[in-house]
């Protein structure tokens, strides 16, 4: 017949469970050693007695060992708390984004837009929100226009009192400088015959000039003379132009 089971239970007899301790402890450290020469594993054992008693096995070395684990144990509470956070920013993330739709869609409500799944409740309170809304922006807009009227006062004032500085610097000049009844001569008063030289130079024809010419010449019918009526030049000029017509028919007849 095989071994019958044995109840894994605290030995009360103290020389059995030492016997026990002493076989079991044997078998766990050869265990060990061939999983870790089979496997390439790095295996290592550590037994205290129940009287203190240390017993250990290390296929690398108990300090290297602990010294790999205490590094894994710190980078797996590393990784449990980077685990931790981005599952915390991940709930954060789907709160914010839920908060967004909302936001989203009262915003889209606001511009009257999709309002048909909403209740008469609903939409007296959109009402009211709208108009307290635009109770408020009425209340910024004159603000600002009599912020803007301030300035233009403030901004009118200066003007004044800057315009006025002049005028009183002004009038400190004139009662420094006082003019004088005499006029100042102009630059032609001065250099008459530069005018009429100037007029010959350039080539700048007078008009009165002109007809003055051609009066004189004859050559010209305008009826423009100093001191004389247009008729009386007209008197003055019929008997010449009689005796030229007289004198062209007598010299057609020959």
Known sequence: ???????????????????TFSKR????????????????????????????????????????TLSRYNKCLDS?????????????DSKELDVLKDEFAMLQKKQVRLLGKDLTG?????????????????????????????????????????AILENETLRRQVEELRCLFPQTDRAVPSYLEYYPVEK????????????????????????????????????VYGKRKAPEREANSNDSGSQLAL
Request: net charge negative.
């Open 118 to 158: 909403l209740s008469l409740k609903e939409l007296q309170q959109l009402e009211q929100q709208l108009n307290e809304g635009l109770l408020s922006v009425k209340e910024r807009k004159e603000q600002l226009l009599v912020e803007q009227l301030e300035q233009s006062r403030v901004q009118e004032q200066r």
């Open 196 to 231: 009429e030289k100037s007029l010959v130079n350039h080539g700048v024809t007078s008009p009165d000039l002109v007809s003055n010419f051609a009066f004189e010449n004859g050559d010209s019918d305008i009826t423009l003379h100093l001191g004389l009526p247009s008729d």
């Open 76 to 88: 797996s509470e590393d990784a449990a708390e980077e685990c931790k956070a981005e599952k915390q």
């Open 25 to 64: 402890r044997a078998g766990l450290l050869k265990k060990a050693q061939e999983l870790a020469i089979l496997c390439d594993a790095e295996v290592a054992v550590i037994i205290f007695s129940n009287t203190g008693k240390l017993f250990e096995f290390s296929s690398a070395g108990m300090k290297r």
């Open 1 to 19: 017949m095989g071994r019958g089971k044995i109840e894994i239970k605290r030995i009360e007899n103290a020389n059995s469970r030492q016997v």
